[in-house]
């Protein structure tokens, strides 16, 4: 149990997208000219291009897609075009394409912006984020994707769910789980961070859990609720009976401890592999069909 130093509504939902989905530049019929170098450009009949890159190292891809999931997905979305949270298109921001390796980024990230809180991020992680960002190569015409995700091992998916989740969560759990969500994609976000499945401004299909915290005040009196908010300086948390209290935590002696039923989850998230995610949710579509 840690004590929380980022609002709940960032902290509470973030997830890991399986794999990197690239939408291929598309000219005009006509072949104008998709602007490339190193700012924007116009092509013919309206169509934006958008910055062309050489080619990132892939490890840093991988490390920023990592640390892009577990502290900007549920705001920005898993493809970075707008999550749950109500975060910004990033792939279509001036300052996403202006940058070139983190040094525009960097700022936002480590100071905050707005409703936007500071994160603890490294300048050698905010540039590994800023090429996972910049892997996406998008464009105006981006088509509607019609990529299918279904395309891992159900049996091992089935061996990494005994290994890693069988402790919280039993076939018959999973089933029931699998059958209230029929969209793959939706599937996929939902078991990688529960509560974040929701398809643009739509609830997610099964709200997750509600982190809690006790409030240990310096009498000794404690207090338990269900956290409405909680920064550096205080908690508000909701008591049972429907009443909302604060309380100052910054140089009172208060003591705040959170317990996220969502913590597994995000503790996974860093360690799974593409093959991993892939395999468990071909294995959680299957068990749709079984008896």
Known sequence: M????????????????????TVQIRAGQDGAP????????????GFVAYPQRPPADPAAIARGKATYGVNCTFCHGADARGGDGGGPNLLR???V?????????????????????KFQLSRDQVADIAAFLH????????????????????KKGEAYVAQKCAS??????????ALKIQDALTLQQMWLMPGSGGRGTAPPPIPAPRVTAIVTLPSGERIEGVVERIDDFSVSVMLPGG???TFRTAGTGVEVQLRDPLQPHKDLLPRYSDTDIHDVTAYLASLRQSS
């Open 135 to 154: 892997s996406f190569a998008v464009s105006s015409r981006s088509e509607p994707s019609t990529i299918n995700i279904l395309v891992g091992d159900a």
């Open 93 to 95: 921001s001036s300052l």
């Open 34 to 45: 998709s602007g490339r170098g190193g700012g924007r450009g116009q092509g013919g009949g």
């Open 243 to 245: 009443m909302q209290r």
């Open 168 to 177: 919280c969560h039993t076939t018959a759990t999973l089933k029931t789980f």
């Open 2 to 21: 840690t004590v929380m130093r980022q609002p709940v509504a960032f902290v509470g939902a973030t997830l890991l997208f399986a794999a990197v989905v």
């Open 97 to 117: 394409l202006d940058d070139q390796s983190g040094e525009l980024i960097a700022p936002v990230i480590q100071n905050g912006r707005g409703a936007m809180p």
